[in-house]
C-alpha cells in the first residue's frame, strides 16, 4: 500500500526551464492537492480536483498547470520556472464523504530555481 | 470562500510547559482535522473531530471542538522536545466540499 508517491524528490532548475511534478495515489480517492511550502511557512494551496476531468485554481495557480486525466494521477507543470518557485511541493489526496476524510500526503519534491 | 485561520504562526515554549493553540473557521465545520509536520517532513493526520463539543485526547494532546463547530483547540500538556513541528488545522463544510487547511502553527520547544 504506497499511498501518495510524489516524484522526484529534488530538482534543480535553471530560469525558464519546465518540469512536471508527478503525483500519483493507490487510496482511489477522488480529492486531489497540490500545495507549496515556502520555508517556515505553512501550506498554500496550488490547485486541487474532485476527480478525474476535474481541476480547480487554488489561492496561488499562476505560473502552474494542472491535469486530471485518471483517478490516480495528478500531475502538476511548471512552465517557465522562475525564483519564486523555489519551494517544497507537496501532494495530497482524500475522500470525501462522512467517514474517514484525512489527507494522505506525499514525502515531497524540494525544488530549487537557480 | 471559507477561511480556517490558525494564529499566532510561532511558537516557543520550555520544555514542561503546556501548549495551547487555537483554530477558527469562518463558517461552520463538518468536521475539523489536525496534522503534524515533523521539520523536514510532511503533514500526518493526528485526528478528526466531527460533533458538536467533541474531546478527543491521545495521550499528552488533547484536541476539542467548539460548540457552534466554528473552532478548535489543542492543548499539549508537559511539552517534550519530541512536540516540536508545525500543527495544521484543516476543516470540511460539507461531504463533498474540500479540505481547507490554516497556515499552522510552528511550535518550539526549548530543552
Known amino acids: 500500500n504506497a499511498g501518495v508517491t510524489q516524484t522526484p524528490k529534488f530538482r534543480i532548475l535553471k530560469i525558464g526551464q519546465s518540469m512536471t511534478l508527478q503525483c500519483t495515489q493507490d487510496?482511489?480517492?477522488?480529492?486531489m492537492y497540490w500545495y507549496r511550502q515556502d520555508p517556515g511557512m505553512g501550506l498554500k494551496l496550488i490547485y486541487y480536483s474532485v476527480g478525474a476531468g476535474i481541476t480547480d485554481k487554488g489561492e496561488v495557480p499562476n505560473g502552474y498547470n494542472v491535469s486530471r486525466s485518471t483517478t490516480e494521477d495528478f500531475p502538476l507543470r511548471l512552465e517557465l520556472a522562475a525564483p519564486s518557485q523555489t519551494s517544497v511541493y507537496f501532494c495530497?489526496?482524500?475522500?470525501?464523504?462522512?467517514?474517514?476524510?484525512?489527507?494522505?500526503f506525499g514525502q515531497g519534491t524540494r525544488l530549487t530555481v537557480v | 470562500g471559507q477561511q480556517v485561520m490558525q494564529i499566532p504562526q510561532y511558537q516557543h515554549v520550555q520544555e514542561g510547559e503546556d501548549f495551547t493553540t487555537y483554530c477558527n473557521s469562518s463558517?461552520?465545520?463538518?468536521?475539523i482535522q489536525w496534522y503534524k509536520q515533523r521539520p523536514g517532513g510532511h503533514p500526518v493526520f493526528l485526528i478528526q473531530l466531527v460533533k458538536s463539543g467533541e474531546v478527543k485526547k491521545q495521550k499528552r494532546l488533547t484536541f476539542q471542538f467548539g460548540e457552534a463547530k466554528k473552532n478548535s483547540s489543542l492543548h499539549i500538556t508537559a511539552t517534550q522536545t519530541t512536540d516540536v513541528g508545525t500543527y495544521f488545522c484543516?476543516?470540511?463544510?460539507?461531504?463533498?466540499?474540500?479540505?481547507?487547511f490554516g497556515k499552522g502553527i510552528t511550535l518550539s520547544v526549548r530543552p
Open positions: 484543516a476543516g470540511l463544510t460539507g461531504a463533498n466540499s474540500k479540505l481547507t
Open positions: 495530497a489526496s482524500s475522500y470525501p464523504g462522512t467517514g474517514h476524510t484525512e489527507a494522505f
Open positions: 487510496m482511489n480517492h477522488n480529492y
Open positions: 463558517t461552520t465545520l463538518s468536521n
